[in-house]
Structure formats: structure tokens, C-alpha cells
């Protein structure tokens, strides 16, 4: 049976609380009640069926019946993203975290299009990855960063994931079809430009740290469209190796 799910950042065996836009949604809109099941889950692996006890838009305590706990994939797919302007960015966090995707960086590029400054836009994304985790019935909850210009990207990931494979989608007479690539099970980072493209000074640095040029296709992609392209193509390869 499948209960509403919500999202919980400490889950105990024991017991549980919510509170926020959680216990809200959970005693407002939904119009739950003591007695009645739920599914919580942490972001983090943890995945529980809990029982309301009490029921609040302030505050929703649980007692937790049952407890799973997952181990995350062998292989983590990052998408280092150009940043695109307003909801298509938000569009591009909900559909990739639906996807599977485990890590969003997003990138300012030379030529990304510059966004009006919002101290509040990880918070932003976050909220929408945990939408889609509820809906979609992920367990893991993607880690999205803070926005960074590319050589701080690189240096970052290198050394979150040292034995990575790095890719960039590009359509020069080099860039092989991502398809005919040859991805490992080792971690992959994929970088996606703007629409505007990479400089040359871009795409030199990512040469040098030993990225692939990748074509998604032969036309220009929006931002979105790309990372969504790569979101897909890495996790069923992922996928298909654990079978």
C-alpha cells in the first residue's frame, strides 16, 4: 500500500516529528489525523511507515512502526549545469532529480546568462528536489550547490570524486555520440554549457582535466534539454550495469 509520503530530516526508530511546510501540507491540506499511516523518509536512505499520534499545522508527531535503510549506488551521476534563467532551471532540478541524478552544481559559465542575486535560491531548489523525491518515490535526495564559476566546479569535484569520468557536451568534429562513449561504473560528471556555448578557454580547461566531448545530438540544446539528455542516457547506463 502506498501512504503519503513526507519528508522528515531525522527519522529515529522510535519516533518522528514534522513541522514547517511538512506538517502543513500533512494536517491542512491533506486533513490527516491521529491513527492514520504515513510513509517518511530522510533524503538520505532512511524510509519509514509511521503512525500520527498528534496532528497540528505547527507541529505533527509519529511513531514509527517499520524502518528501511538503503545504500546509495555504487556510482554517482553529477550534472555541473549551466545556470538558465528563471523556471526553466527549476524545471531542470525537478526533472533531473526524477531521473536520478545525485549531485546539481550549478555553473556560471563565460557566457551564462546572469541572474538576479536571491541569498534564498539553494533553499529554492532544495524545496523543489524534495517535491519531486515525494512524488516520483525516490528515497535519495540529489545535493545541489551553490552556484560557482567553473574552475571552482572542477577543482570541487576532482576532489569529491577523484576517480571520476568527466564529460562535456559539445559539437565539435572530436565529440563522439555519448552512447558510443564507453562510461565505466565509476562516478560520472557531466558538464553542461550554455546555449551560447563554451569559450575556448572552457573547453581547453575541461580538456585538461581530461573530459570527453559528447554529443547529446546534432542541434543546439537548451540548458534544460541537455542536462535532462545526459540525466537520462548516465542513469540507465548505471542501471543496466547493476542488473
Request: positive net charge; contains cysteine; glycine residues 6%.
Amino acid at each position: 500500500m502506498n501512504f503519503h509520503r513526507f519528508y522528515c530530516e531525522r527519522i529515529t526508530r522510535l519516533a518522528a516529528e514534522l513541522s514547517g511546510a511538512e506538517a502543513r501540507h500533512l494536517a491542512q491540506v491533506l486533513r490527516l489525523k491521529a491513527g492514520d499511516k504515513v510513509e517518511l523518509f530522510d533524503g538520505s536512505g532512511m524510509v519509514a511507515v509511521a503512525i500520527i499520534k498528534s496532528a497540528s499545522g505547527k507541529k505533527v508527531t509519529l511513531q514509527v512502526e517499520d524502518v528501511k535503510v538503503f545504500e546509495k549506488p555504487a556510482q554517482q551521476i553529477i550534472l555541473a549545469v549551466s545556470v538558465a534563467k528563471g523556471e526553466r532551471f527549476d524545471w531542470l532540478i525537478e526533472k533531473c532529480t526524477e531521473l536520478g541524478v545525485d549531485r546539481i552544481v550549478p555553473v556560471l559559465f563565460e557566457r551564462t546568462v546572469k541572474q538576479p542575486k536571491n541569498p534564498k535560491i539553494v533553499e529554492r531548489w532544495n524545496n523543489i528536489a524534495i517535491a519531486a523525491v515525494k512524488q516520483c518515490r525516490r528515497v535519495f535526495l540529489p545535493q545541489i550547490d551553490k552556484p560557482m564559476i567553473l574552475p571552482e566546479a572542477i577543482e570541487i569535484l576532482k576532489k569529491d570524486y577523484p576517480q571520476a569520468q568527466l564529460a562535456f557536451g559539445s559539437l565539435s568534429e572530436n565529440s563522439k555520440p555519448v552512447l558510443q562513449c564507453g562510461f565505466t561504473g565509476k562516478d560520472m560528471i557531466a558538464f553542461v554549457g550554455p546555449e551560447g556555448g563554451l569559450t575556448g578557454e572552457e573547453e581547453n580547461l575541461l580538456r585538461e582535466n581530461n573530459a570527453k566531448e559528447v554529443r547529446l545530438a546534432d542541434t543546439v540544446l537548451r540548458v534544460e534539454t541537455a542536462a535532462m539528455a545526459f540525466a537520462a542516457v548516465l542513469t540507465m547506463q548505471r542501471d543496466a550495469q547493476s542488473l
